[in-house]
T-cell receptor, first 115, second 115 residues
Framework: DTAVSQTPKYLVTQMGNDKSIKCEQNLGHDTMYWYKQDSKKFLKIMFSYNNKELIINETVPNRFSPKSPDKAHLNLHINSLELGDSAVYFC??????????????FGPGTRLTVT | AQSVAQPEDQVNVAEGNPLTVKCTYSVSGNPYLFWYVQYPNRGLQFLLKYITGDNLVKGSYGFEAEFNKSQTSFHLKKPSALVSDSALYFCAVRVGSGNTGKLIFGQGTTLQVKP
């Protein structure tokens, strides 16, 4: 079983559309994250949730809205997509935020292309 | 500002030779340092971490990293490289504390191991 899964794997859409990416982890972890990896492979955190509560919101435009229906799921909804949103989006999870146990497990990524 | 830097975009090494991928950091307080690897079209995988204790940390797939406080470095090493080690490697440092802590990633170093 895949530990952290994301759907869809690829997403091609036009500017102005609204789209969602789903993430599920079956590791029993308390904390989940969304990262954005740009075309230069630079990786930056967007959000973190702990037990369904938003913890980190890293100055992401409010067109991006994460939702965590339960601690195993963290979805990302994006409104009014722009060309600059094209990137690979990674979901990740960790047992908790403590560095002693806090290595993160990443999903396979969702490649979003906005045309 | 707290940051992590990987000074080399790419490292080339022949199979069987030792490899080093460099990382330097700038944080206040004690650093919590991580290495992750990303294979093509995959999510990141945790390799190893330094929290406290021995300066030489051993991780997955035969990798190790040496923490050097005076040089603020955390270089990734392997005594004998394999072609299958070819991938993108990220150094990361945890900043912040408690549930607002987050990982800041370096820009990544592509490791190319040639037969």
């Amino acid at each position: 079983d895949t530990a952290v899964s994301q759907t869809p794997k690829y997403l091609v859409t036009q500017m102005g559309n609204d789209k969602s990416i789903k993430c599920e982890q079956n590791l029993g972890h308390d904390t989940m994250y969304w990262y954005k990896q740009d075309s230069k492979k630079f990786l930056k955190i967007m959000f973190s949730y702990n037990n369904k509560e938003l913890i980190i919101n890293e100055t992401v435009p409010n067109r991006f809205s994460p939702k965590s229906p339960d601690k195993a799921h963290l979805n990302l909804h994006i409104n009014s997509l722009e060309l600059g949103d094209s990137a690979v989006y990674f979901c990740a999870s960790s047992q908790d935020w403590s560095p002693a146990t806090g290595e993160q497990y990443f999903g396979p990524g969702t490649r979003l292309t906005v045309t | 500002a707290q940051s992590v830097a990987q000074p080399e975009d790419q490292v080339n090494v022949a199979e069987g030779n030792p490899l080093t991928v460099k990382c330097t950091y700038s944080v206040s307080g004690n650093p919590y340092l991580f290495w992750y690897v990303q294979y093509p079209n995959r999510g990141l995988q945790f390799l190893l971490k330094y929290i406290t204790g021995d300066n030489l940390v051993k991780g997955s797939y035969g990798f190790e990293a040496e923490f050097n406080k005076s040089q603020t470095s955390f270089h990734l090493k392997k005594p004998s490289a394999l072609v299958s080690d070819s991938a993108l490697y990220f150094c990361a440092v945890r900043v912040g504390s408690g549930n607002t802590g987050k990982l800041i990633f370096g820009q990544g170093t592509t490791l190319q191991v040639k037969p």
